[in-house]
Structure formats: structure tokens, C-alpha cells
């Protein structure tokens, strides 16, 4: 098993920057794939940013620019800095841990943080 703690949200003004940490813990291994994702109610979740165990990382499109995700393997902690924040923007963010491969297929949430970007 292995545990997520969001931490980072609140409310701010549009084009203001926010950070949001995850911190894993259990069984956590440093090949695992971590990423944000958020969802708006009525809308399905969406990936935001992923980053593998490679540091290789995935930005969406439509934060490309604006966000960014990084990782800090030998604390099992995960960040999306969050910059130019727009209305748009507003969601709950979720961390996410996810590995598969021919043995064995896991995937883990937390129970997100939210962000308001609001005048």
C-alpha cells in the first residue's frame, strides 16, 4: 500500500502561483510513475502532469507552459508549481501513483487538495 498526502491548495488571484506537494509513503518505490490530476464537479478526472521514475515528464497542453512538475526521489515527494493560474484552473488536484508491468499492475490516489482561482 501506499499512502498520498496533498498539500498546497487555496484560493488565489488569477495569473498568482501556487505549489502543490504530495508526499508518498508505504510502499513506495522510486520507479513508480506520480502524477497530478483534477477534477471540476461534473467532469471527469483529468491528468494534469505525470513524471516517471526516469524523471522523464508528460505536461497536458492545455498548462503546458504554466505548470510544472517535479520530483524529489529520496523523500517520495512530488510537486506541481503552478504558475499564471487561471479561473479555469480551479479543481480539485490529486496526486497519483501508478506502476504495470508483466507481474504486477498498481495504481494509488490521494484525497486531493483543492484550488480556487478566483478575483
Known amino acids: 500500500q501506499v499512502q498520498l498526502v496533498e498539500s498546497g491548495g487555496g484560493l488565489v488571484q488569477p495569473g498568482g502561483s501556487l505549489r502543490l506537494t504530495c508526499t508518498a509513503s508505504?510502499?513506495?518505490?522510486?520507479?513508480?510513475?506520480m502524477g497530478w490530476y483534477r477534477q471540476t464537479p461534473g467532469k471527469r478526472r483529468e491528468l494534469v502532469a505525470a513524471?516517471?521514475?526516469?524523471?522523464?515528464?508528460h505536461i497536458e497542453d492545455f498548462v503546458k507552459g504554466r505548470f510544472t512538475i517535479s520530483r524529489e526521489f529520496a523523500n517520495n515527494r512530488l510537486f506541481l508549481q503552478m504558475n499564471n493560474l487561471k479561473p479555469e484552473d480551479t479543481a480539485i488536484y490529486y496526486c497519483?501513483?501508478?506502476?504495470?508491468?508483466?507481474?504486477?499492475?498498481?495504481?494509488?490516489w490521494g484525497q486531493g487538495t483543492q484550488v480556487n482561482v478566483s478575483s
Open positions: 513524471i516517471t521514475g526516469e524523471d522523464r515528464t
Open positions: 497519483n501513483v501508478f506502476w504495470s508491468d508483466s507481474i504486477t499492475s498498481l495504481e494509488y
Open positions: 508505504g510502499s513506495m518505490a522510486s520507479h513508480y510513475t
